[in-house]
């Protein structure tokens, strides 16, 4: 049983307007990041990490020197939950500290 | 210009046949791991990060929960250069470690 | 006001008889590790960050290259909590993965 | 046989000059941190231990949920070198990009 319910059209929606720097791609959201090296890259995706792993919902994401791509979805609820926006958020929080 | 030159098919083989957890996936190393966990996953990334910044050779690489896809190329030298297997051997190790 | 109280001495005696690898050093968990180099500390580390973010609780700890000193206690209850164990527990879980 | 040998105590002073934020404690480089929070601490701490990796040259550190405490000398020369200062200005690097 999924820890979540999916969101309906309407709420996601409604949530998409406050996350400026995401995009829904195929039921997903999606951003992509570029940082000064792969450092400054992998510091960040510490950062997303322990975020991740502290609201036990966890990204799909890649990671190409300065570069890093990010999904997130509820594989368990088949869809974008509340707690798919809240990571989302603490990715751009962290991105604010360090990308350019 | 680039800091090595691509190896040839010959020279290729020889070194992939002392990779037994690789294929050539398009002309690039490549090799699927799976972790007890996410916490795994990440941590053994970081060992891989830190690797791919001492040799100044970095994966491209993607994560989902316990699973950590690598591939391997010189960009720069448009092919698989010594590097790119120094840097195989060296996820090797550090799974070696810690997946199972 | 605390998430946990201390427990007595009798409770701390009862669980440090679970917990080999560590010793009682001024009223806190104390365990000292050494590892190959300083990636695997780090890596080490990484994993044990995890933990400790999942928890809430985290250690008070140093690295030098290949060796990591953990002190754990809470200093909001003013002694060794619960958590304080869990913690211990998931160190000792990130260790048998990695050091030697 | 040390990779370098230690700056005398004139060269010391000079490189001292552009570190503003830090001092000489015990013929060690000595700088204190602090974060918004362990999260934010420990991918500091991420970045920086990339920096070191890369340098062959690791600082003597220590974390406490949102602190970060780093030495930094030279084991085998004895006493500071430049490739000490050269860790330290890293660290300042990581540091602009999300201390505060």
């Known amino acids: 049983m999924p820890k979540e319910t999916a969101l309906d059209d309407a709420e996601v929606a409604a949530r998409m307007a406050e ?3 995401w995009e829904l791609v195929d039921g997903r959201l999606h951003r ?3 940082f000064a090296d ?3 890259a992998f510091a960040f995706m510490t950062r997303v990490a322990l975020a991740a ?4 919902h966890h990204p799909d994401w ?3 020197w300065n570069r890093v ?3 997130i979805v509820s594989h368990a609820a088949g869809g974008l939950t509340p707690l798919c926006f809240e990571l ?3 990715v751009d929080a962290a ?3 360090a990308s350019r």
Chains 1, 2, 3, 4 share one sequence.
């Not at 792993?53 to 036990?56: H, M, N």
């Open 19 to 21: 996350l400026s720097r």
């Open 32 to 34: 992509e990041l570029r």
């Open 38 to 40: 792969f450092a400054e």
């Open 53 to 56: 792993e502290k609201l036990d």
């Open 62 to 64: 890649s990671n190409s």
């Open 69 to 71: 791509v990010i999904d």
């Open 88 to 90: 989302a958020h603490r």
């Open 95 to 97: 991105a604010d500290g």
